[in-house]
Nanobody
Framework: VQMVESGGGLVQGGGSLRLSCLARGSILSDFSGNAMAWYRQAPGNQRELIAVIRPGGSTNYADSVKGRFTISRLNARRMFYLNMENLKPEDTAVYYC????????WGQGTQVTVPS
């Protein structure tokens, strides 16, 4: 399964973006049964987990994005999303999506830039 991210861009501080992720390819199990996650990697940093959505819809967020980012999913289209509000310069990173156990193939990511 190959992940395809989209929706990044340049946005001023305090602005909003919505990222999308498509799981492309053959999935042995129903997509809805997978816990999916968003990750991000800033220059010089390791890739970090920032949001998870489980099959039942429960979610968890990293403290750095809690209250500003919202993860959601549309199982019928094998897609999930990250709504980002009140963006800050420290949110600048390449954003990636995958299963929460990182076992599907990583995509190219989508760049989010928030100038300081």
């Amino acid at each position: 399964v190959q992940m395809v991210e989209s929706g990044g861009g340049l946005v001023q501080g305090g602005g909003s973006l919505r990222l999308s992720c498509l799981a492309r390819g053959s999935i042995l199990s129903d997509f809805s049964g997978n816990a999916m996650a968003w990750y991000r990697q800033a220059p010089g940093n390791q890739r970090e987990l920032i949001a998870v959505i489980r099959p039942g819809g429960s979610t968890n967020y990293a403290d750095s994005v809690k209250g500003r980012f919202t993860i959601s999913r549309l199982n019928a289209r094998r897609m999930f999303y990250l709504n980002m509000e009140n963006l800050k310069p420290e949110d600048t990173a390449v954003y990636y999506c995958n299963r929460d156990d990182k076992t599907w193939s990583w995509g190219q990511g989508t760049q989010v830039t928030v100038p300081s």
